[in-house]
């Protein structure tokens, strides 16, 4: 036996190590240092029995002389950098009960003889790139107690009968691969499993009911897959099967479109259950009463679902609770009070629910949390209470209603790294005990009606990256000692009454005018947008005090006379425009359709005639009695916003005009009824030709909407006399006509921005899942939320892939998915329809869309400073047209 594992040893094995060791039965090398590839002449110990070469840095090939060493049983090479096949001959190994080889870079398929090794228990090739389907005689090794395929790229389905031959088979893990199919009904045969691990592949189909005869399962894991609910029966009946499995821990069914309810008979699941994982499922309807019975329950994660009504007072049962997550629910009835008597509980998250009331002065009680998320909901009271949490780690109150003065306690959150209270009514000023938070990363108080000064202290906190006091009343000047804080990457200051110099120096050298909009008193550096600071000597003050005496003269004469110009000129303008004509001027028209003659039109509206619903209306072609085909937008008015949305189209549409925004014919309006008659485009929105399966769009009709979009928005921004931003930019908005011009659409959320600030606020927000991070989260907006979404909208044009897919969610994104792609497998991720490899000029195109992938890349950064702006979108588009159309 030759031991020497956990040790510092490197190096290479010598070829001539067995020459001299033929009776040699164990060789165990693990967590070393060693290096090169594993000697050939292994096959030189004839009588060797174990193999344990793990946790060290082998490369090469697994050499497939080790099929000669007829008395092996276990073979261990996980955790180096072995390439290569899986050697066929390792079939000859007939005493193998153990073969690892798990956490290398191996390629290739599974070998059919890997079967004939009728003694194997464990069989382990996870996270290697092991290709193509499981060969079905691998299911017949009945001994096999482990199988572990994860992290490969295996595909094909699952046998309905493949667990008919593992009667033994304990643990699987499948994990991470792109098997497809249903999960047979047979896995309840292997009635030995306690570990079943199939998360992260594309099953289909409802979970097995015959899960639960699985009494000794203790984990399920089928997170990432596209598992539905049986559709004859709305609730998720494998749970109330699960109730067999008196053993289980975990049990996770996470990101997969089950689209059904949770049933009472979840409190028969086993009282051993400790993590329960059913978030991004669709889940509605409530939260059922006898969940308070998994007394053992540690983690509850029902977040991203459609849950309604309140958190049953029976979850003061799960004493034992440490984490709940319900965030971005409907749930309306949550006391807090429920969690006051909880001694382990660390995170509470309610976010983006709609909770009305107050936070109650007990949750100062419960010591343990570490991260408290409350955003978005209807708060209006916090206890002074919540400061002594001394413990938090995160605060997250933003969007709510919270009122009064930020309280000195605040400072008692001292070892807190992020804490957000924007988009509040807190009042006052900022406390100067804040400086006392040395572990804060992240501070934002954006969005409030605090006053005074902003403390000299916040310099002092050396951690702090990211700092937005912005939209508030703030006055004074920006302290100096910010210029300290060498991690600061974001500030934003803008839309206060700040005055004085800007600071320059340390992080202020990496900001941008967009942090200090809107304080009309602030001077510096010309990259900031603001005016040089001016330092006048004694004599020149008195100079300027003369000048300003006889300019403030001058300008009460001009005014005077401008006065008296004025009223001669209204005392003869004509007086006979009525108000009707002045808001027919809105649609910049001189055609009046009334109501009746759209109800014609549209013969009253017939469903027949309908094209498409919108946030606030549906939108009907009609036929006018000219003949011309029209599209009328009409305004549901029982919803909250579509006055205000009409009123907005009707505002940016009056004098817009270019070839790529939808022309507004006119408009009819009384005060029961508001819609706008719009031309008809006959090819639909880019979301039907994107999804629908009788539509196709080639890679340069793609191409040319995005250069369509990209130069509407060039005129929104920068070709209009006041900036426009749209503000929902998406597929359904973007309208083909009979030549595949693409139009942009639907302005009923545009913004038009003062020229002189360059950012607007609001509270009505888009599709969330092509929002800028600023709009989203806090309601700014800029030109560069629609480079944002239009970033967005490139790489779904190019994927196929709408950014709400379910494959998203809390870890994944469209464009972190992209962007992980990149480096080399761009191909694998675009439309298939797209691009084929037996394309001609393959590479050349595939190398466009990868030009076309980083300028979205570029629109979709997360400081908005970052991104390109539309003229060079609009320009690199271009030139990758170019270069693309000698390829087609």
């Not at 899942?769 to 044009?797: N, R």
Request: hydrophobic residues 40%; neutral net charge; glycine residues 6%.
């Amino acid at each position: 036996m030759i031991s020497l594992g956990v040790n510092s040893l490197s190096g290479s094995l010598p070829d001539y190590m067995c020459f001299h060791l033929p009776r040699l039965r164990f060789i165990g090398l693990s967590m070393n240092k060693f290096s090169g590839q594993i000697p050939s002449n292994l096959a030189q110990c004839s009588e060797l029995q174990a193999l344990s070469f793990s946790f060290n840095k082998f490369t090469g090939n697994t050499p497939k002389e080790i099929g000669n060493l007829k008395k092996l049983e276990v073979i261990y090479f996980a955790m180096n950098s072995l390439t290569g096949e899986i050697p066929k001959e390792l079939a000859n190994l007939t005493m193998l009960k153990f073969l690892d080889l798990s956490d290398n870079n191996i390629t290739g398929e599974i070998p059919r003889e890997i079967s004939n090794l009728h003694n194997l228990e464990k069989l382990n090739l996870g996270w290697n790139n092991v290709s193509g389907s499981i060969p079905v005689e691998i299911f017949n090794l009945s001994r096999l107690k482990l199988m572990s395929l994860a992290g490969n790229k295996l595909s094909g389905i699952l046998p309905s009968t493949v667990f008919y031959g593992l009667p033994n088979l304990e643990e699987l893990y499948l994990n991470n691969n792109n098997f497809v199919g249903d999960i047979p009904e047979s896995i309840s045969n292997s009635s030995r499993l306690y570990f079943i691990i199939l998360s992260d592949n594309k099953f289909t189909g409802p979970i097995p009911i015959s899960i639960g005869n699985l009494r000794l399962l203790q984990v399920l894991d089928l997170t990432n897959n596209n598992l539905v609910c049986d559709s004859s029966y709305p609730e998720l009946s494998f749970v109330s099967s699960l109730a067999n499995s008196k053993n289980l821990r975990k049990l996770s069914v996470s990101n997969n479109p089950l689209n059904g309810i949770l049933p009472d008979s979840v409190g028969n699941l086993s009282a051993s259950l400790q993590t329960m994982y059913a978030y991004g499922c669709g889940l509605r309807d409530r939260i059922p009463d006898r969940i308070g019975n998994l007394s053992n329950l540690i983690i509850l994660s029902l977040y991203n679902n459609q849950l309604t009504g309140s958190l049953p007072i029976t979850v003061t049962g799960l004493l034992k609770l440490q984490a709940i997550m319900l965030h971005i629910n409907k749930l309306s009835q949550v006391s807090l009070e429920y969690f006051c008597s909880f001694n382990n509980l660390g995170v509470i998250s309610l976010s983006f629910n709609q909770i009305v009331g107050s936070i109650p002065e007990c949750i100062g009680n419960v010591t343990s949390l570490r991260y408290l998320y409350l955003a978005s909901n209807k708060f209006n009271f916090a206890p002074k209470s919540l400061w002594n949490l001394k413990d938090l780690l995160a605060l997250d109150l933003s969007s709510n209603s919270l009122t009064g003065p930020l309280p000195l306690d605040v400072a008692n959150l001292k070892i807190a790294t992020a804490i957000d209270m924007s988009i509040n009514h807190f009042s006052g000023g900022i406390p100067t005990t804040i400086g006392d938070m040395q572990n804060l990363n992240k501070l934002s108080l954006a969005h409030n009606q605090l006053q005074g000064s902003i403390p000299e202290s916040i310099g002092s906190m050396l951690s702090l990256a990211k700092l937005d006091l912005s939209r508030n009343f703030l006055s004074g000047s920006i302290p100096k000692s910010l210029e300290t804080l060498k991690y600061l990457t974001y500030f934003n200051v803008s839309f206060n009454n700040l005055s004085g110099e800007i600071p320059s120096n340390g992080p202020f050298r990496n900001f941008t005018s967009e942090s200090f909009t809107s304080n009309a008193a602030l001077c510096g550096a010309q990259r900031f947008l603001v005016p040089p600071c001016v330092r006048f000597s004694p004599q020149s003050l008195r100079k300027k005090k003369k000048y300003v005496i006889i300019l403030v003269l001058s300008g009460v004469i001009l005014v005077l006379g401008a006065m008296s110009l004025g009223f001669i000129y209204l005392r003869y303008q004509r007086k006979d425009r009525s108000p009707i004509e002045a808001y027919l001027s809105l649609v910049a028209t001189q055609e009046r359709i009334s109501y009746h003659k759209l109800l014609q039109a549209t013969d009253g509206y017939h469903e027949r005639n309908f094209l498409g619903k919108g946030g606030f209306g549906s939108v009907y072609k009609g036929t006018l009695d000219d003949g011309r085909v029209v599209a009328v937008k009409v305004f549901d008015l029982q919803l909250e916003g579509a006055l205000k949305s009409f009123d907005a189209e009707c505002e940016v549409l009056r004098n817009l005009r270019h070839r790529n925004l939808t022309k507004v014919i006119s408009c009819c309006s009384n005060p029961d009824f508001k819609a706008l008659v719009l031309e008809f485009l006959p090819n639909g929105s880019l979301e039907k030709w994107l999804y629908s399966n009788d539509c196709f769009l080639d890679i340069i009709q793609r191409l040319d909407i995005l250069v369509d979009v990209a130069s509407a928005l060039q005129y929104l921004h920068y070709e209009y006399s006041t900036p426009v931003v749209h503000c929902d930019l998406k597929p359904s908005n973007v309208l083909l006509d009979e030549d595949m011009v693409a139009h942009v659409s639907d302005f009923g959320l545009t913004k038009l921005l003062a020229p002189e600030e360059g950012i607007a606020y609001t509270k009505t927000l888009a599709t969330l899942c092509y929002l800028a991070p600023e709009y989203g989260f806090q309601g700014l907006v800029s030109v560069k939320c629609d480079v944002y979404s239009l970033g967005i909208m490139m790489m779904e044009v190019f994927t196929r892939m709408n950014p709400s897919n379910e494959m998203f969610g809390e870890n994944l994104s469209l464009r972190s998915w992209v962007l992980d792609s990149m480096a080399n497998a761009l191909a694998q991720i675009i439309d298939a329809n797209l691009l084929s490899t037996t394309d001609d000029h393959f590479l050349e195109k595939l190398d466009c869309i990868s030009s076309i992938m980083k300028v979205a890349l570029n629109c979709t950064r997360e400081s908005p400073g970052e991104r390109s702006n539309i003229q060079d979108v609009l320009e690199a588009l271009v030139k990758i047209k170019l270069q693309l159309l000698p390829l087609v």
